[in-house]
T-cell receptor, first 116, second 114 residues
Framework: AQKITQTQPGMFVQEKEAVTLDCTYDTSDQSYGLFWYKQPSSGEMIFLIYQGSYDEQNATEGRYSLNFQKARKSANLVISASQLGDSAMYFCAMTLFSSNTGKLIFGQGTTLQVKP | EPEVTQTPSHQVTQMGQEVILRCVPISNHLYFYWYRQILGQKVEFLVSFYNNEISEKSEIFDDQFSVERPDGSNFTLKIRSTKLEDSAMYFC???FGQGIYEQYFGPGTRLTVT
């Protein structure tokens, strides 16, 4: 069965520095998508970035980039130039293209605190 | 920008009562989901809905749960007889397609069962 593992329950980063949030996944499927969502203290889930298993280049969206290492089954989120507003919980999630539902399987999340 | 809306934002109910959580997905989306998040824990898939029927449900989604899309715009989650362990944040999500398309999440309904 597919699984997402985020091993860092909490992380600290100094404002303006870069930070990497780890995500590893487990699936025997070859076709899948990986997502990162941000959940601020207000509770909503905000989509950040997507990486498809067949994408040859790492995804980037503004200050967010995804370090995708398929052989290692890892999809780490890199946030450059951290801002105070980046303090939030971050979830890695996966969907299998073989699924006829598109459901997301989430990791346990990482709480990021940005220090001024 | 279109958004998923959910009502109410917070619902308090007594154990054994029925609750209905309401969602209005984005209008041109075709796939609809309910997830739940027990406080401080990960987000868990409950059920997916497509073409007016359930396409998948998790083991959490037992006979006490049901979903409906009664009028082509609302998408509801009903819990027939709530238990203390149903206390959680419930998120509705929708998407235009599967796989590469992001799911848009609503702001959530916090359900507290006393």
């Amino acid at each position: 069965a597919q699984k997402i593992t985020q091993t860092q329950p909490g992380m600290f980063v100094q404002e303006k520095e870069a930070v990497t949030l780890d995500c590893t996944y487990d699936t025997s499927d070859q076709s899948y998508g990986l997502f990162w969502y941000k959940q601020p203290s207000s509770g909503e889930m905000i989509f950040l970035i997507y990486q498809g298993s067949y994408d040859e280049q790492n995804a980037t969206e503004g200050r967010y980039s995804l370090n995708f290492q398929k052989a290692r089954k890892s999809a780490n989120l890199v946030i450059s130039a951290s801002q105070l507003g980046d303090s939030a919980m971050y979830f890695c999630a996966m969907t299998l293209f073989s699924s006829n539902t598109g459901k997301l399987i989430f990791g346990q999340g990482t709480t990021l605190q940005v220090k001024p | 920008e279109p958004e998923v809306t959910q009502t109410p934002s917070h619902q308090v109910t007594q154990m054994g009562q029925e609750v209905i959580l309401r969602c209005v997905p984005i209008s041109n989306h075709l796939y609809f989901y309910w997830y739940r998040q027990i406080l401080g824990q990960k987000v868990e898939f409950l059920v997916s809905f497509y073409n007016n029927e359930i396409s998948e449900k998790s083991e959490i989604f037992d006979d006490q749960f049901s979903v409906e899309r009664p009028d082509g715009s609302n998408f509801t989650l009903k819990i027939r007889s709530t238990k203390l362990e149903d206390s959680a944040m419930y998120f509705c999500a929708s998407t235009f397609g599967q796989g590469i398309y992001e799911q848009y999440f609503g702001p959530g309904t916090r359900l507290t069962v006393t």
